[in-house]
């Protein structure tokens, strides 16, 4: 009987599918051995017999007959008169091999072995889990929204897997409800005790790119290369891509007539504004491509501090900034240069900073959130529009440009 619970223990997974049939055979003979060792001392002297399909189990103990009273190793050898109990033509030399049955284990540990067989196969389920998802890091998933936390998503995919979506990992502007389907990339597997930690990134400028990779069929195809994806998620987005085929306009391509190819790219990352841009290995070019939609009127480089100075008629300096200083920090990232942004006839200009005596820095702070870090940046803007485009009061504001127009004055005063 007891073999046959152990057996029935055995069933319950030889149907798994993760699970091969041979593979879970080595797993029940590997946990009886260990139970054969701790009971007898060593188990290289046991067959162990295992029919699943059958349900049947058998483990016999094969020992040398000795002589009665020679007996050194009970378990390797077995005197002549034990032997004869046996079979009663047993002579000395010969070997004997003896059925064991479970019961003569003890019950502990026939229920260690149900445990012990439990364990062994979640472990093996797990290692192949995170195998399988291991070789899918950075690559686009799908699965459903389980449990909503403060700090986390809990996803299942198809086949009962846990997926972690950190907070952090998630776009500013998404919102799920449970049962909805979410995409985002395998961003890392690790082995956390024996249980894989699965997580799902949907901010990696990695997801962009594969989004690429899914929904335009020339970057697919290979006939396009996205050649570098920066990104602020849910805000903008900047995509520098190449083709090997003169004849594929690859930014074309790319976006398609009126946006109707990049359109299902920007809704799944929650209307983030995507800049798709020819790369070129022209460092001049590409940084000029990358402050699109501003039009620069000239541009220095500093090749050994990777600095780049560009010059813009006043009127496209918040184009090249962007709202937040979005434009211009995506395109230093893009292009890996420091861009210093100049005002195309302002012969000098004041730092914000140098103005810390007279202006908290949180005010400071404020204005270079929108990308305004001189004296004459802020001066030139409407006192309305900064209302709108910052956290500070209009009193505030005009306090501001008050302690700026003075410093200007005094200048011109000596």
């Not at 403060?150 to 998404?174: C, F, T, V, Y």
Request: hydrophobic fraction near 35%; glycine fraction near 6%.
């Amino acid at each position: 009987m007891e073999n046959i619970a152990l057996i029935d223990s055995f069933s319950e997974f030889k149907d798994d599918k993760s699970i091969d049939k041979p593979t879970l055979m080595a797993i029940l003979e590997e946990v009886l051995r260990s139970a054969l060792k701790k009971k007898y001392g060593e188990d290289d002297n046991f067959d162990i017999i295992v029919n699943p399909d059958k349900g049947d189990l058998e483990i016999w103990r094969n020992r040398v007959v000795v002589a009665d009273g020679e007996v050194e190793d009970p378990n390797q050898e077995i005197s002549l008169t034990e032997a004869r109990k046996i079979e009663p033509d047993f002579e000395v030399g010969e070997d004997v091999s003896e059925e064991v049955k479970l019961i003569d284990l003890g019950r502990r540990s026939i229920l260690s072995l149900r445990q012990n067989l439990i364990s062994k196969v979640h472990e093996h389920d797990n290692t192949n889990i995170y195998k399988h998802f291991k070789e899918l890091e950075g690559e686009i998933y799908t699965a459903e929204v389980h449990h909503i936390r403060h700090r986390a998503i809990i996803l299942l995919d198809d086949d009962g897997n846990e997926i972690i979506l950190p907070k952090d990992r998630q776009i500013p502007s998404d919102f799920f409800r449970k049962g909805e389907n979410v995409r985002g990339i395998i961003e890392s597997v690790e082995l956390k005790g024996n249980k894989p930690a699965i997580i799902m990134s949907r901010t990696s400028p990695l997801f962009l790119e594969k989004l690429f990779e899914q929904e335009i069929p020339e970057v697919f195809d290979g006939l396009i290369n996205v050649k570098k994806v920066v990104r602020i998620p849910g805000e903008k987005a900047k995509v520098a891509v190449d083709s090997y085929d003169d004849r594929i306009d690859p930014v074309g391509a790319c976006v398609g007539m009126k946006g109707s190819r990049i359109h299902s790219i920007v809704r799944e990352l929650g209307n983030e504004n995507i800049d798709v841009i020819n790369y070129t290995s022209n460092n001049q070019l590409l940084i000029t491509r990358a402050l699109s939609p501003a039009k620069i009127t000239s541009l220095k480089i500093d090749e050994e501090n990777k600095r780049a100075e560009v010059m813009l008629k006043p009127e496209e300096v918040s184009k090249a900034i962007g709202r937040g200083g979005h434009n211009i920090r995506l395109a230093g990232q893009l292009t890996g240069y420091e861009i210093d942004v100049f005002r195309e006839g302002v012969e000098e200009d004041v730092e914000l900073r140098e103005f810390a005596d007279e202006i908290d820095d949180w005010v400071i702070a404020e204005f270079a959130k929108i990308g305004l870090d001189t004296a004459k940046s802020i001066l030139e803007q409407d006192v309305d529009d900064l209302v709108k485009r910052t956290d500070l009061e209009e009193e505030t504001i005009r306090d501001v440009m008050r302690v700026l127009r003075e410093e200007f004055e005094e200048e011109n005063k000596s």
